[in-house]
């Protein structure tokens, strides 16, 4: 099993453009979305070509492989111009005999945890800042973002034959 796992896209059409061409490149079985798709919120500066309606179609597009969370910022106005299903607070998956929670990481987070059982993957966006450390036990991973970073790249995970990997979406 291939995933690809992003966050915080905010409704940038040029960024969530890096990502689909990304997408293209890697062919994941499934495409991870940690929330936060379409809006940029009140804290953040507008994103770079900040189109929300553009991001629509593009993610719309891969409807298929999309399992997706709420951010922060999703609203119920964003589940009725999206087609895959983007409110739900949290989502597991079973990959490869491990349990994967994914989460935006506004209320669970390393330092709000879950009870998971030992061995697991806590996947969370929110931060914008790329992250990959083990606590208690569980693997705690953040993709970065795909558009605000606040670690000086715009980025995603890539996970394939048990290993995880950043990449960075070039600008």
Same mark, same amino acid.
């Given at each position: 099993?291939?995933?690809?796992?992003?966050?915080?896209?905010? &409704?940038?059409a040029?960024?969530? +453009?890096?990502?689909? /061409? !990304?997408?293209?490149?890697?062919? #994941?079985?499934? %495409? *991870?979305?940690? &929330?936060?798709?379409?809006?940029? +919120?009140?804290r953040? /500066? !507008?994103?770079?070509d900040?189109? #929300?309606?553009? %991001? *629509?179609?593009?993610?719309?597009?891969?409807?298929?492989?999309i399992?997706a969370?709420?951010?922060?910022?999703?609203?119920?106005?964003?589940?009725?111009?999206?087609?895959?299903?983007?409110?739900?607070?949290?989502?597991?998956?079973?990959?490869d005999?491990?349990?994967?929670?994914?989460?935006?990481?506004?209320?669970q987070?390393?330092?709000?945890?879950?009870?998971?059982?030992?061995?697991?993957?806590?996947?969370?966006?929110?931060?914008?800042?790329?992250?990959?450390?083990?606590?208690?036990?569980?693997?705690?991973?953040?993709?970065?973002s795909?558009?605000?970073?606040?670690?000086?790249?715009?980025?995603?995970?890539?996970?394939?034959?048990?290993?995880?990997?950043?990449?960075?979406l070039?600008?």
């Open positions: 099993m291939k995933l690809l796992i992003a966050s915080d896209i905010h &409704g940038s040029y960024w969530c +453009g890096k990502l689909m /061409d !990304l997408i293209q490149a890697e062919n #994941p079985d499934r %495409v *991870i979305l940690l &929330g936060d798709l379409l809006y940029h +919120g009140p953040n /500066d !507008l994103p770079k900040y189109a #929300p309606k553009q %991001v *629509i179609p593009m993610l719309s597009g891969i409807q298929e492989k399992v969370v709420r951010g922060n910022c999703e609203a119920e106005v964003d589940q009725m111009v999206l087609p895959f299903p983007c409110l739900a607070d949290y989502a597991q998956l079973l990959v005999g491990k349990l994967f929670h994914l989460s935006h990481g506004h209320h987070n390393p330092e709000q945890l879950p009870p998971l059982p030992q061995g697991s993957v806590f996947l969370f966006g929110h931060t914008h800042v790329k992250l990959d450390q083990q606590v208690n036990g569980i693997r705690c991973l953040n993709p970065g795909v558009s605000i970073p606040k670690d000086g790249s715009h980025s995603c995970l890539i996970y394939e034959n048990g290993k995880f990997s950043f990449k960075i070039e600008d």
